[in-house]
């Protein structure tokens, strides 16, 4: 018990400390001296002046009737997946809902494809990060919304893309909260322009 319930913990959590003191932190991002999120964990954007996160399976708690749950986009506390498999009928018309809404809040076409990561969740449902195509087709809107232009926005858009993992690993992608936040900073929210 001392050896494996105390020292091996407490030596992991000093050495975790010493080498990665930001991770073991939380990773997490401050603005104007507040905690504003955390890099590792997505937020619920749904705003069309954001760029939007993968959607999210994570439930919680009925405030009206604890013993049942509902849909809780992003609850950190009950990370998890909807287990469905690629055959289920539930999961196919999440995705044909999905597809439609993402293609109409984007202004697509009706059969424009649709990257993959706009319309299912990750095994976590709290994938901080969206692929550079979800990224792309999202910009214009955004871009749009706020007054700027798709250069404005395809810049800061750059600047939060991160590459392959030890170059090898994983596919390129863009961390939502930092992008939305840099947005924020470099213009104010304008009316869209029609």
Known sequence: MLLTGI????ATAMLGTALFPEQAKGSLIQRDGHVVGSRQI????SQPQYFHGRPSATLGADPADPSRSLAQPYNAAASGASNQGVLSQSLL?????????????N??????KVPVDAVTASASGL?????IANARLQAARVARVRGMSLAQVQVLLDRYTSGRQLGVLGEPRVQVLELNLALDMAKAVQPAVR
């Open 7 to 10: 020292a091996y913990p407490l």
């Open 42 to 45: 997505g937020q619920y954007f």
């Open 93 to 105: 018309e999440a995705v044909a809902e999905r597809s439609k809404a993402y293609r109409v809040m």
């Open 107 to 112: 202004g697509l076409a009706d059969d424009a």
């Open 127 to 131: 994938d901080p990060h969206i692929s």
